[in-house]
RNA sequence: GGAGAGGUGGCAGAGUGGCCGAAUGCGCUAGAUUGCUAAUCUGGUGUCUUGGGAAACCGGGACCGAGGGUUCGAAUCCCUCCCUCUCCGCCA
């Protein structure tokens, strides 16, 4: 969420901030609001003062005193309660509207329409150039017996996934060391709820606005699959005002994440590239608010992942993530695209976002800062690898000429010593 | 799922209709005292919001798990929900 003195302050940073994430948001309906709540809540907080000094006339009064003093409590009672009926449906209104106001986006944030007008920021290593006819991940996985899709479309539906064998345990290995790589950097390790209130799916700022995308359980709880573990963690202080020596606290979780892929029919249908349900290792930054230091988290969390993929020996590009393809509370965001021979092309398998203080103000998210001053504290999170997208690099990028698949060097530890796996195919 | 007990400031804990934003203790903090540490004494010590002020600060309002209600007046009474604890049942 925003600062609405900020919005008062300067209306047209917000404004311009809306415009170049193409977001549509009526700024002056919500400066209009915001005035006449302010001006009808000061006559409203008068009444309320005279109501309370009558109270108290009233507790000292005589009872021959006391008639006169009721009848005039009451008239006073009526008269706030007829301001309040009037102006409960303009806050209303208020906070729907300032829960919708996107966070203005950084500077460095390059203008553009969608993901197509992102900016490469720099490629990172060779695509493999295969002296044989390559497989995508599917017909390897199948011709291995390393999974089925069938099966779980018939138990689950589609965009769902059996792993199975070999791939089952590569899955296990990246996630243990994307985990541990985190831990030997001082993340502390949690495990997450993945049920959330919708509580937590507002304070993060994916409600309202992303209930598609979110499978709800239904109504005899109030509660939601997370689609990823940056909703747990993010909201794990909400509500608090922690020690500003502490910060930044910094997580790492392991979570199974969930999304419905609402509006994306007949988009990547084959393989493991959409899917309802991943596992993801997340990183999350709790930080004091200033955006110097935001910023140098924000290059720290995108190069953790990086060292990832560069150790996996994946070639990988880094994009400037364009207004028009980020999200509401992003201030900017870098997403890393790994190179996919199936694609023939990157796709887009890590997301390093900095809020500022956006989600921080919509979860209480607080600190005490050395001056003891209450301040939101600032957010940031990246993913560190997503096991779905991660299985599709490593088994189409090191797919060797036999349909074995190698493993890079820091994965063998987590395969009992293997270097490969699976079986040569015929 | 059944029965019961509770949710009050950083923590502990009082408060059953007005004098309660809330006693007391602990903690924290500033100062005094002190050869050092410990101890002692004195003051300060919630959050949000609004108005005034350059600021220190001063005034108003809201907040005692959340949301409704009763009342001139609610931490206190009523309703709904959430959470915690104890016992029983079920279960990974």
Redesign the pocket.
């Known amino acids: 969420m925003i600062d609405?003195?900020l919005l008062r302050q300067d209306p047209d940073l917000f404004r311009a901030g809306a415009a170049k994430k193409r977001i549509a948001c009526d700024i002056d309906r919500l400066l209009e609001l915001d005035q006449r709540l302010?001006e009808s809540?000061?006559r409203?907080?008068?009444l309320?003062?005279r109501?309370?000094?009558?109270?108290?006339r009233?507790?000292e009064a005589s009872p021959a005193e006391r008639p006169a003093?009721?009848e005039e409590?009451?008239a006073?009672?009526a008269e706030l309660k007829a301001l309040d009926d009037e102006l409960a449906p303009l806050q209303e209104e208020l906070d729907r509207l300032l829960l919708r106001v996107p966070n203005p986006p950084a500077a460095e944030v390059p203008e553009g329409r969608d993901d197509s007008e992102n900016v490469e920021l720099r490629r990172v290593g060779e695509p493999r150039q295969f002296a044989f006819e390559a497989r995508d991940h599917m017909s390897l996985a199948e011709a291995q017996g390393w999974i089925d899709v069938q099966a779980a479309g018939r138990i689950s539906g589609s965009r769902n996934y059996f792993l199975l064998g070999d791939l089952a345990l590569l899955e296990q290995a990246v996630m243990r060391y994307a985990f541990e790589h985190m831990v030997k950097k001082g993340f502390v390790p949690v495990s997450v709820p993945t049920l959330v209130r919708t509580e937590a799916m507002v304070g993060t700022g994916y409600f309202p606005g992303g209930e598609e995308q979110a499978y709800r359980c239904d109504d005899r709880d109030?509660l939601c699959l997370v689609g990823t573990a940056e909703v747990p963690l993010t909201a794990l202080h909400g509500g608090s005002?922690l020690d500003g020596a502490r910060l930044p606290l910094k997580y790492v979780a392991l979570s199974s994440c969930y999304r419905r892929e609402a509006g994306t029919y007949g988009k990547d249908t084959r393989g493991l590239y959409r899917v309802h349900q991943f596992l993801k290792v997340e990183q999350v930054v709790i930080a004091a608010a200033d955006s110097k230091a935001s910023v140098a988290h924000h290059l720290a969390i995108l190069e953790n992942a990086e060292e990832l993929l560069r150790s996996f020996d994946l070639a990988y590009r880094v994009v400037n993530v364009c207004g028009g393809d980020l999200g509401q509370g992003q201030v900017q965001k870098f997403d890393i695209e790994t190179w996919m021979p199936s694609r023939e092309g990157y796709g887009e398998t890590h997301s390093a976002s900095r809020f500022h203080d956006y989600q921080a103000r919509r979860l209480a998210l607080?600190y005490?800062d050395a001056d003891?001053k209450?301040q939101f504290c600032h957010t940031l999170n990246n993913t560190v690898a997503a096991s779905t997208r991660m299985l599709i690099a490593l088994l189409e990028n090191h797919q060797q000429a036999d349909g074995t698949v190698r493993v890079p060097a820091p994965l063998v530890p987590y395969l009992g010593g293997r270097t490969h796996l699976g079986v040569p195919l015929g």
């Open positions: 609405i003195k302010r809540s000061q409203a907080d008068e309320r003062a109501q309370k000094a009558g109270g108290k009233m507790a003093l009721l409590q009451r006073q009672k109030d005002i607080r005490r003891g209450v």
